[in-house]
């Protein structure tokens, strides 16, 4: 959308819009006059003389034997000065004197064209380069004063350089063709110097530049003046205008770049003013200062024109670069484009020449071939596209395109790291090679760390974090030696919040990790002490097992035995003998409590016959307790008995404790134990018909809910590396499985 800058600022561009067509209209016209205009192929010592300067080389005048040196005397009989034109196609007889002899040449006219072609072409080319970047530049950006004054001045340039090159001798064209680039000349000056003295800084005040450039364009008249009343005088009078004013605009281009344009500014004009100076120096002072004083030694008007095309594409890079006109995107698509044209040009266009020589005249071959060569454009089309584009970003941005696309791949580079020592690989390598940087550091210290010392100048960004942890990033300057513009500082400083936030994201997931791992160990620590507590436990209750079969056990029996011997003495009343059979009993009561006891502390059969025999013992008791139909699969008995220790006593006490939850709890009929092997596990099931109960999810559900016989379970099972089990619901009854690795260690 165009800026609202006034009737009159749309009104002045539209004006200058219409002189777009000019430089077109003329070259169109160029190569209308020379292709009609006759010649003869040789060149005089000067307009009006009559002695042969030169001869085109391999031309018609070389052919008919026509030499440098010799004087022409008449044309078709008419004296050489009162001729008038050749005529194209005409054969003219040409009466030549050389050293002292006179003799008759027939030269054939040819087109001014024929003479010109290479000169005309090359000229072409260069006043399109001129008119073609400052045309673009308008058209994108006309109400910018900057392009505009630049529009003009690539006008100008293009009309006074398209009629001399176009010419062998530039001094040749027509008298008002030559007098627009005299006048193209001698305007172009005033608008250069127009042009460095308002950008990218502005020169003096307002009201001395008006005076100065008023002065300056009011002189252009006079100059033309002159060259229209002395041509020669006039020559070196706009020479000398044009290589003056161009050198002073040269020394305020200088000096405004050197003292006056800030790092950023300096950093996008330095390619302008370098172009420039290589465009105009050489020129001025090899090719127009000679020329002017008539001097032969001068540079070819083929390596004039070279330089001047210096000017535009320093223009046009530095545009591409560093966006000096907003208008990068624009020109690099078009770039990319006529990359892109040039490659469908050579595979499409390039084998269609080559090949259709050699197909048969059949017109269904040839629609197939142009098919198939149709398909294989579309089918690169998209793979060239990207290489054009890759091509163009590289060779003008350098690899990357702008600062947003800068931003960008640094945060999510930021935004996908998670530790310091990838944020600091993003900060050091990455941000240097996309900014150009001549290197830059991350320094993190620690809670009693201070800042190092660095030199004033050296940006440097601090961060603050929730850790309390100090952290500096520095960064250097320009690999170019520039210095840091303020686009770049802005660019810095938003990086550097970047990775403020993701240090103190990466400190606070070291932080949690930290205490991930505490957490961890003091798990472990409490599983190995739950274990140590379970084998200490069975530990005691063997012992004290022992202790009671041992000792109390076997006082028992003895005083049942010394009771028994008492009954049997004949001297005893009725009283006594009755007394003594009721302590007999309430001993052997006594004794089978003690066995009872013993044998849930540890049963004795775990120790002698191993796990079957003790869950057969088990299961046969606690059905003719609770009067229960129970079944029982077992798996053979000695790799039953070859199992270890605690093994065996976890896997018992969790069909112990199994089958008192279900004779206190469940009120089934029905029970199922089986501990078979399945490949490399041994696998105990325990399954009822009771009523069931809700599940929780978690192990802390089950403590909730007061289930702490199956949390042991549980713990049982953990501490063996086995895997345990639960599955129940209301009214489906409740399934336990353990599941234990049998090969090796446990798992």
């Not at 990466?506 to 791992?517: H, P, V």
């Not at 639960?726 to 446990?746: D, N, Y």
Request: proline share 5%; aromatic share 10%; with cysteine.
């Amino acid at each position: 959308m165009i800026p609202e800058k006034g009737v009159w600022n749309s009104m002045g561009g539209g004006i200058l819009g219409l002189l777009i067509l000019f430089v077109p209209v003329f070259v169109g016209y160029d190569l209308y006059l020379q292709w009609h205009s006759p010649t003869l192929d040789f060149y005089l010592d000067s307009p009006g003389a009559s002695t042969v300067h030169s001869i085109v080389s391999g031309g018609q005048a070389e052919a008919a034997g026509l030499e440098t040196g010799d004087v022409i005397l008449t044309v078709d009989d008419i004296p050489f000065g009162l001729w008038y034109a050749p005529q194209i196609g005409r054969t003219h007889v040409l009466k030549v004197e050389r050293r002292g002899e006179q003799f008759s040449l027939a030269l054939p006219a040819v087109r001014v064209f024929q003479l010109n072609y290479l000169s005309l072409a090359s000229a072409i080319v260069i006043v399109l380069a001129f008119w073609g970047i400052g045309t673009l530049l308008f058209v994108r950006r006309f109400w910018n004063p900057e392009i505009r004054l630049l529009f003009l001045l690539s006008q100008t340039i293009a009309m006074t350089i398209l009629f001399p090159l176009s010419f062998q001798d530039p001094w040749s064209p027509p008298g008002k063709l030559l007098f627009l680039s005299i006048a193209g000349l001698n305007l172009t000056a005033p608008l250069f110097f127009h042009y460095t003295i308002t950008f990218p800084v502005k020169l003096g005040t307002p009201r001395q530049r008006l005076l100065g450039l008023s002065l300056l364009y009011g002189f252009v008249p006079v100059v033309l003046g002159v060259w229209l009343l002395e041509n020669q005088v006039g020559r070196q009078v706009s020479v000398f205008f044009f290589s003056l004013v161009v050198a002073v605009a040269l020394a305020c281009m200088f000096y405004v770049y050197q003292y006056r344009a800030t790092p950023d500014e300096r950093r996008r004009s330095r390619i302008i003013v370098s172009g420039t100076l290589l465009a105009g120096i050489p020129p001025i002072l090899l090719y127009l200062l000679p020329r002017a004083l008539d001097s032969p030694y001068m540079l070819p008007e083929w390596a004039a024109g070279l330089f001047l095309m210096i000017a535009p594409f320093s223009y046009l890079y530095a545009t591409l670069r560093y966006n000096l006109f907003g208008i990068d995107r624009l020109i690099n698509r078009t770039l990319v484009y006529v990359i892109l044209s040039l490659g469908i040009f050579m595979v499409y266009l390039g084998p269609y020449l080559f090949l259709y020589q050699y197909l048969p005249d059949d017109f269904f071959i040839q629609l197939a071939f142009i098919f198939g060569l149709t398909l294989w454009v579309g089918w690169t089309f998209d793979w060239m596209r990207t290489r054009a584009q890759k091509l163009v970003d590289h060779f003008f941005y350098g690899g990357w395109y702008d600062y947003p696309a800068v931003v960008e791949l640094v945060s999510d580079a930021l935004a996908r790291s998670s530790t310091r020592e990838k944020i600091s690989k993003v900060l050091v390598n990455q941000v240097s090679d996309l900014m150009r940087l001549s290197g830059s550091h991350l320094w993190i210290g620690n809670s009693n760390s201070t800042f190092p010392a660095l030199p004033p100048a050296q940006p440097r960004f601090r961060f603050k974090f929730q850790t309390e942890l100090p952290a500096q990033w520095t960064v250097g300057l320009h690999q170019d030696g520039d210095d840091l513009s303020e686009a770049d500082q802005r660019i810095l400083h938003t990086l550097a919040q970047q990775a403020e936030i993701a240090l103190n994201n990466a400190f606070m997931i070291e932080t949690l990790r930290s205490q991930l791992d505490e957490i961890r160990a003091s798990r472990e620590a409490l599983a190995q002490t739950q274990h140590q507590l379970l084998r200490s436990r069975e530990e005691e209750r063997a012992r004290l097992a022992r202790d009671l079969h041992d000792s109390p056990i076997q006082s028992l029996i003895g005083l049942n035995i010394q009771l028994g011997l008492l009954l049997n003495a004949n001297d005893l009343n009725l009283s006594a003998r009755e007394s003594l059979t009721e302590m007999r009993a309430e001993v052997r009561q006594l004794s089978s409590e003690l066995r009872q006891v013993c044998a849930e502390l540890r049963p004795p059969m775990l120790d002698t016959l191993g796990l079957g025999a003790a869950l057969r013992a088990l299961v046969t008791e606690w059905a003719d307790q609770n009067a229960i139909e129970t079944h029982l699969n077992l798996s053979p008995d000695a790799p039953l008995r070859s199992l270890p220790g605690e093994v065996a006593v976890n896997l018992y006490r969790v069909a112990q404790e199994a089958l008192a939850n279900i004779g206190k709890h469940a009120k089934a009929r029905h029970v199922n134990i089986s501990l078979t092997r399945e490949k490399t596990f041994l696998v105990m099931t325990i399954e009822d018909d009771g009523k069931g109960f809700s599940t929780p999810d978690t192990l802390h559900g089950l403590t909730a809910q007061s289930h702490f016989g199956l949390v042991g379970m549980r713990e049982r099972i953990g501490l063996i590396g086995g895997e345990w089990s639960l599955k129940s619901a209301p009214g489906t009854g409740t399934t336990v499985s353990v599941r234990w690795h049998t090969a090796g260690e446990p798992q």
